[in-house]
T-cell receptor, first 116, second 113 residues
Framework: DQQVKQNSPSLSVQEGRISILNCDYT??????FLWYKKYPAEGPTFLIS?????DKNEDGRFTVFLNKSAKHLSLHIVPSQPGDSAVYFC???????????????FGQGTILTVHP | DTGVSQDPRHKITKRGQNVTFRCDPI?????LYWYRQTLGQGPEFLTY????????KSRLLSDRFSAERPKGSFSTLEIQRTEQGDSAMYLC???????????FGPGTRLLVL
């Protein structure tokens, strides 16, 4: 039962253009969402997060959009740079109605390649 | 802030041997998580601690796996009688509630021959 899905295994983008990575989830209890970037042989690096009370969060070149009714989130990277080439994972957590979060459930990842 | 550290970074062992991994979280973080990642997949949750209490264990965590965090600081993950299917990257993360953001270490790559 894959509760978080990234349906695009890979994405190729030209430098300077926008990269859009997508993620779908099925568990309606999820109320906190994160994006991580991962290089080979390293641990995931936190990029940006969004709470379910928002529909957009920006941090520099990175913007995350959340559509709760569609159970869909996306990560926009503008402008894309060759150094952004990595595997991107979306992840979700739920607070179980409380005030703190537990484990993360991850998607399978999308390999982003940004060409110079 | 020195980040999450893990030791060793790589481990090669023979089937049937026991292995132990260590994780040191970010110093003020009282939650510590273990995940396992295999090729082509996202990290999968194994277990987590709040201080020294183990709050949740995944069904993935068979009885050959045990994790401890005796003093609420560093944690160890032991795999007994390793099998080839245990070959994976073992990731540790920490967080400070109420935030849900977890910060990961570099991982320990295990190869069971």
């Amino acid at each position: 039962d894959q509760q978080v899905k990234q349906n695009s295994p890979s994405l190729s983008v030209q430098e300077g253009r926008i990269s859009i990575l997508n993620c779908d989830y099925t568990n309606s209890m999820f109320d906190y969402f994160l994006w991580y970037k991962k290089y080979p042989a390293e641990g995931p690096t936190f990029l940006i997060s969004i709470s379910s009370i928002k529909d957009k969060n920006e941090d520099g070149r990175f913007t995350v959009f959340l559509n709760k009714s569609a159970k869909h989130l996306s990560l926009h990277i503008v402008p894309s740079q060759p150094g952004d080439s990595a595997v991107y994972f979306c992840a979700a957590s739920d607070s179980a109605g409380g005030t703190s979060y537990g484990k993360l459930t991850f998607g399978q990842g999308t390999i982003l390649t940004v060409h110079p | 802030d020195t980040g999450v550290s893990q030791d060793p970074r790589h481990k090669i062992t023979k089937r049937g041997q026991n292995v132990t991994f260590r994780c040191d979280p970010i110093s003020e973080h009282n939650r510590l998580y273990w995940y396992r990642q295999t090729l082509g997949q996202g990290p999968e949750f194994l277990t987590y601690f709040q201080n020294e209490a183990q709050l949740e264990k995944s069904r993935l965590l068979s009885d050959r796996f045990s994790a401890e965090r005796p003093k609420g600081s560093f944690s160890t993950l032991e795999i007994q009688r390793t099998e080839q299917g245990d070959s994976a990257m073992y990731l540790c993360a920490s967080s400070l509630p109420p935030t849900g953001t977890q910060y990961f270490g570099p991982g320990t790559r295990l190869l069971v021959l």
